[in-house]
């Protein structure tokens, strides 16, 4: 194509300028692109040392991870780095790696954020909830009370998951629920203990029971002090769990 015929067509690319910002739509990476053996295997201890599968002070063998995932050692070696500083790994120098025991000092502050994110929350869906999605959280109540009937504290736990994610959803705060995910993983392992005890189940249901109420009547101050509550009580089991698994817990 000739010169004259890119000039008249129009078709001429003009060069950006340094330093100017972006047009079009927006491009940011989602972290799928770029998943990694490291992350498989990150993810597989993440969830079984959340789900107390693996249980606090238990040995963890690089070897035998390397074996089972069919994978080096050195992408094991990644991810026990990555969950060390998480604190759900304790590396100890000369003696091993093991499955970090919870940081009990570390609670209060993460319930309390926690906490206050929820307010936020329950705040927005008690002044917006339709009745739809005021149905869709007496659903959530239904399986949880499934659940604590049939004496499935794992059932329970999910429902219980999925009940505070759909408030955050609700809410119209997808971020936040992101935001919790990342508070709550400690609180999630001892909440594993607590939901073991007798009426631990039956109790967070009827105060998640309350905040549905507060809710459909348009009660956003009750939903938020209901909520407040809630994370109040956790925090006393919490301190109860640390007495009867002592072996389970540290004063970081």
Partial sequence: ??????A?????????????????PARFLDGKSNFTIADHVYNQLHRSIVSLELKPGSPISEQEIAQTEGVSRTPVREAI???????LVEVVPKSGTYVGRIPLASLPE?????????????????KRATPSQIM????SLEEQREAAVDSNYKYFRQADKAFHQLIASIAGYPSI????????????????????????????????TLIVEA???NKPATAA?????????????AVEACKNFPEYFIQD
Avoid at 8 to 24: A, I
Avoid at 182 to 190: E, F, G, P, S, Y
């Fill in 215 to 217: 809710i459909e009547n």
């Fill in 225 to 237: 002090s209901q909520m407040d509550e809630h994370m109040r009580r956790i925090e006393k089991a």
């Fill in 1 to 6: 194509m000739s010169q004259a015929t890119t």
């Fill in 177 to 208: 629920w992101a935001m919790i995910e990342q508070l709550k993983v400690q609180i999630d392992r001892t909440r594993r203990l607590i939901l073991q005890d007798e009426g631990a189940m039956t109790m967070t249901l009827e105060e998640h």
């Fill in 136 to 139: 869709k959280l007496k659903a």
């Fill in 8 to 24: 008249q067509s129009g078709k001429t690319r003009k060069k950006r300028s340094p330093n100017t910002p972006p047009t079009g």
């Fill in 81 to 87: 780095l990555r969950l060390s500083k998480e604190c």
């Fill in 110 to 126: 993460a319930l309390i954020a926690k906490s206050a994110l929820e307010q936020v929350a329950i705040s927005a869906v008690a």
